[in-house]
């Protein structure tokens, strides 16, 4: 089993940063790739960004390409979402997500995809 943990959620004024983490902990020698997801109150849940473990290569959201950046720290299994120049619609409960596989894996958007899930944290943006 995979636990994943993130911190980092709060207030913040439209226009702001703000910079969320998540740390891997259990059996973590098989993660493949590890990203986020975001819901808004009364919307469905929503991809964000994915980095794959090995490698390093991103994918992102068209809207918040340009303003999040996902990067990691394979030392640490813990994944960050820097959100720079946040706006209102960026409120939601923001979702850690990895995928564990020992073989390639078509990165995908999709929410089944993905094997463990964090608690969730929210991220609140004010006008």
């Known amino acids: 089993q995979v636990q994943l943990v993130e911190s980092g959620g709060g207030s913040v004024q439209a226009g702001g940063p703000l910079r969320l983490s998540c740390a891997a902990s259990?059996?973590?020698?098989?993660?493949?790739?590890m990203g986020w997801f975001r819901q808004a109150p009364g919307k469905e849940r929503e991809f964000v960004a994915v980095?794959?473990?090995?490698?390093?290569?991103?994918y992102y959201a068209d809207s918040v390409k340009g303003r999040f950046t996902i990067s990691k720290d394979t030392a640490k299994n813990t994944v960050y979402l820097q959100m720079n120049s946040l706006k209102p619609e960026a409120t939601a409960v923001y979702y850690c997500?990895?995928?564990?596989?020992?073989?390639?894996?078509?990165?995908?958007?999709?929410?089944?995809?993905?094997?463990?899930w964090g608690q969730g944290t929210q991220v609140t943006v004010s006008s």
């Open positions: 259990g059996r973590i020698f098989s993660i493949y790739n």
């Open positions: 997500v990895g995928k564990m596989s020992l073989h390639a894996v078509v990165i995908t958007p999709a929410a089944s995809a993905y094997d463990y």
């Open positions: 980095i794959r473990w090995s490698g390093g290569s991103t």
